[in-house]
């Protein structure tokens, strides 16, 4: 039997990059998966039919991270369309690389809100409808650990702030079974942070690997950590990096 059959998995951000690799492989492992987008709506819908056409079960919700009722609403039409919440993956998220002296309150805001403000909604709202033994994962970043890249201080903050909550909530939740982790990529070749960008060079240096990695390498880490094998783990930080926190 695959090892996620009967769970239903929420994944934010999961139409593009990252989210849609780990929504398509959460499927594949057997679960149903619901993904949230902010603006993309034919890239979510994409990821539905390609899980559906694999013969999945499937629901796209538009969801801003920034936006509190949103968000909650996300969870709540979760839970009523594929009938429970088992898996929390936090992985909406954005990057906006530049020198701290020249960010923006604007772009400070938006970081804060959507990396790390909205996990907070997500998972509070998720808790309160999760069953026990369930799984919160945060898609932190490598740099939430040691920031070695110019222009990356404020983000590498908000994925600072993400590995303390998930070790700090890991102690309130697991007297019920759930585990809370911090699956934290290197540089991975998406939209975002793309292998031919400007900002490569010096991430591929980085590496012991000496390459980007794939979303598909991410979404294996997260399948492991959703799964009910990674029983014993939580309020851990996972880095998936190809060695640049090595
Ligand atoms: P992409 O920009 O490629 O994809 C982002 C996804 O999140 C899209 O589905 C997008 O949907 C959605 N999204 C963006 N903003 C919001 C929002 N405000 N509310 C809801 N959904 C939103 O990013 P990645 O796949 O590269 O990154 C995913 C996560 O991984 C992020 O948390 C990022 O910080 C983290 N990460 C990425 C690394 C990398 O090298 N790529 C390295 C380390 C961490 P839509 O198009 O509709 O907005």
């Known amino acids: 039997m695959s090892k996620l059959a009967n769970k239903v ?22 679960a149903s998966v619901a993904i949230t987008y902010a603006k993309d709506a034919n890239a979510a819908s994409a990821v539905v039919k390609a899980i559906e056409g694999s013969g999945g079960k499937a629901l796209a919700i538009q969801a801003d991270a920034a936006d509190t009722k949103a968000i909650n609403g996300a969870v709540e039409k979760t839970v009523a369309t594929l009938g429970r919440l088992d898996v929390l993956v936090n ?24 990396n790390f403000r909205g996990i907070l909604i997500a998972t509070q709202a998720a808790l309160k409808n999760m069953n026990d033994g369930g799984r919160i994962i945060m898609i932190g970043s490598c740099v939430g650990e040691k920031n070695m890249t110019p222009g990356l201080a404020a983000y590498g903050a908000t994925k600072g702030a993400v590995k303390m909550f998930t070790q700090g909530l890991s102690r309130e939740v697991g007297s019920r ?56 783990i939580t309020g851990a930080n996972l880095t998936v990096d190809g060695g640049t926190n090595a």
């Open 177 to 232: 079974g759930i585990t809370v982790n911090n699956v934290q990529p290197g540089p991975i070749d998406t939209d975002l942070n793309p292998a031919a960008g400007d900002w490569a060079a010096p991430q591929i240096a980085n590496t012991a690997l000496k390459r980007y990695g794939t979303s598909d390498e991410v979404a294996a880490l997260v399948s492991f950590v959703a799964s009910p094998e990674s029983s014993y």
């Open 91 to 114: 992985n909406a998220g954005t990057a906006i690389p530049k020198l701290f002296v020249e960010t923006t309150l604007e772009e400070m805001d938006q970081m804060i809100n959507i």
């Open 9 to 30: 998995a929420l994944v934010t951000g999961g139409s593009r990059g990252i989210g849609a690799a780990i929504a398509k492989r959460l499927a594949a492992d057997g």
